[in-house]
């Protein structure tokens, strides 16, 4: 077999195992043999670098998996229900003012009905005072009616003013117990950073177990917003 060598060094090919692979082939005639060789190892190349992506691709979504259910394992423990944040936040408002409203709800039932001259015996005076003269005037037996209607109102609101009262109570452990419960929700909703749908809010009744990601999307919009952009979690049920 007989190679041209043109250059001073091209000598130096002879001794490379890719040079001699060249020539072999182009001796033995493989030009076919080696475009599919070439197709096939591309193809390979191809497939092992789509497994190498896939298998990343995989483990991402495994650890976005744990975090998911991380998550609802949370939100089944929490187990609240609907509407119950919103609420809570009412009666911890309620119990940080309970003395404030309790002293005002005093004030006005001690001046209708507990003080020593209190408005509704007052408003009793008034209506035996007028009563013997009532047949002088055409209206005055109206105006006594609308007398003893708001006489026998005002008691009536006196009695609601002290029930609300005794009702009212400040309770640290039950306003502990709110901020946290409080706090806890929170804490979940901002995690997801969404609203949490009713269905996530009571996990027991989906009757499964979720598996998935999390995916944008439009819908459950914040309460008082008009932006109905939100995180939908996008989780099978099964």
Same mark, same amino acid.
């Given at each position: 077999?007989?190679?041209?060598?043109?250059?001073?060094?091209?000598?130096?090919?002879?001794?490379?195992?890719?040079f001699?692979?060249? /020539?072999?082939? @182009? =001796?033995? *005639?493989?030009? $076919?043999? !080696?475009?599919?060789?070439?197709?096939?190892?591309? +193809?390979?190349? #191809?497939?092992?670098?789509?497994?190498?992506?896939?298998?990343?691709?995989?483990?991402?979504?495994?650890?976005?998996?744990?975090?998911?259910?991380?998550?609802f394992n949370?939100?089944?423990?929490?187990?609240?229900?609907?509407?119950?944040?919103?609420?809570?936040?009412?009666?911890?408002?309620?119990?940080?003012?309970a003395?404030?409203?309790?002293?005002?709800?005093?004030? /006005?039932?001690? @001046? =209708?009905? *507990?003080?020593? $001259?209190? !408005?509704?015996?007052?408003?009793?005076?008034?209506? +035996?005072?007028? #009563?013997?003269?009532?047949?002088?005037?055409?209206?005055?037996?109206?105006?006594?009616?609308?007398?003893?209607s708001?006489?026998?109102?005002?008691?009536?609101?006196?009695?609601?003013?002290?029930?609300?009262?005794?009702?009212?109570?400040?309770?640290?452990?039950k306003?502990?117990?709110?901020?946290?419960?409080?706090?806890?929700?929170?804490?979940?909703?901002?995690?997801?950073?969404?609203?949490?749908?009713?269905?996530?809010?009571?996990?027991?009744?989906?009757?499964?177990?979720?598996?998935?990601?999390?995916?944008?999307?439009?819908?459950?919009?914040?309460?008082?917003?008009?932006?109905?952009?939100?995180?939908?979690?996008?989780?099978?049920?099964?």
């Amino acid at each position: 077999m007989l190679v041209d060598l043109h250059q001073q060094f091209d000598t130096l090919d002879l001794a490379r195992q890719d040079f001699q692979r060249e /020539v072999l082939d @182009a =001796l033995a *005639g493989h030009t $076919s043999l !080696l475009e599919q060789y070439q197709l096939a190892w591309n +193809h390979w190349k #191809q497939l092992q670098e789509t497994t190498s992506r896939l298998k990343e691709q995989q483990l991402q979504f495994e650890k976005e998996a744990d975090y998911n259910r991380f998550q609802f394992n949370e939100l089944e423990e929490a187990a609240f229900r609907e509407n119950e944040i919103e609420e809570a936040v009412e009666a911890l408002k309620l119990q940080e003012n309970a003395e404030g409203i309790r002293s005002a709800l005093n004030k /006005v039932n001690e @001046a =209708l009905s *507990g003080s020593e $001259s209190p !408005l509704v015996r007052q408003l009793k005076s008034m209506l +035996h005072q007028l #009563q013997p003269f009532s047949h002088f005037h055409n209206s005055s037996p109206e105006i006594l009616q609308r007398m003893q209607s708001s006489q026998i109102e005002l008691q009536d609101i006196a009695a609601d003013l002290e029930r609300i009262s005794e009702q009212v109570q400040f309770d640290p452990e039950k306003a502990a117990q709110l901020s946290e419960r409080i706090s806890l929700g929170y804490r979940l909703q901002k995690n997801m950073a969404y609203r949490i749908p009713a269905a996530f809010l009571h996990p027991r009744s989906t009757g499964g177990k979720i598996t998935g990601r999390t995916e944008y999307c439009g819908g459950y919009p914040a309460k008082g917003s008009s932006n109905s952009r939100c995180i939908c979690e996008s989780y099978r049920i099964g």
